[in-house]
């Protein structure tokens, strides 16, 4: 689920529609939570779709890091990538803000944790990196680590709506990396390496 604090609107002819903020979200505020309604296909099964929907699914869907196809149910499908995005998935099943987002601003995600199928090359923008490979996720989960063990302590000190739809488990679970008690899970769990690529 996207944060309540978002809306759909139409980016450009080249992204299409976006997620854009409509209050401001400060540093380390949960953007985005896998929840209940949130479609999981086990890792197989799209290779069993119709054309056209698979092509559909390919678009709206990512791969967590045990193969399965994440489907959002609302517009978190939306989420447009960037090299320089303000937004960064965790192994916790959220993302989080890694900078202040204003109002108006577009919601943004690195493609690169999404274990896609094939190379995607993006908008052009100011960023070292061009194009986003399946194994993005090999090269960047220690800068990734990096700018999370930064923000994980402002999770407990920020406002989090979508705090709650986490499970019990993975509430206390990151509390305890918040104080020191855990481990901070690495975005190498992200990764997943398929039997056979199709790259």
């Known amino acids: 689920m996207m944060h309540p604090d978002t809306k759909l609107e139409w980016i450009n002819d080249q992204k299409g529609f976006g997620v854009v903020a409509t209050a401001f979200m400060p540093k380390g505020t949960i953007t985005w939570v896998q929840d209940e309604l949130d ?8 290779a069993q779709y119709k054309p056209l929907t698979r092509e559909l699914f390919d678009k709206y869907s990512f791969r967590n ?5 994440i489907l959002c149910w609302d517009i978190a499908k939306y989420v447009n990538h960037s090299f320089n ?26 493609y690169g944790y ?6 995607f090359v993006p908008a052009e923008e100011e960023a070292e990196r061009k194009i986003v490979n399946p194994d993005d996720t ?3 989960y220690r800068q990734w680590d990096d700018m999370l063990k930064s923000l994980f302590p402002l999770l407990l000190e920020v406002e989090q709506p979508l705090f709650d739809l986490l499970s019990d488990k993975l509430q206390d679970e990151v509390k305890d990396v918040v104080q020191g008690k855990k ?17």
């Open 183 to 199: 481990k901070m899970l690495s975005t190498i769990k992200l990764y997943y390496k398929p039997k056979k690529s199709r790259i």
């Open 114 to 119: 999404l274990n896609l199928e094939e190379p």
């Open 65 to 69: 890091g045990k193969g399965e196809y």
């Open 39 to 46: 479609i999981v296909v086990p890792p197989g099964k799209p």
């Open 85 to 110: 995005s303000n937004c960064l998935s965790t192994a916790y099943n959220f993302e989080v803000a890694i900078r202040d987002i204003a109002p108006g601003e577009e919601l943004t995600d690195d």
């Open 138 to 140: 090999l090269n960047l």
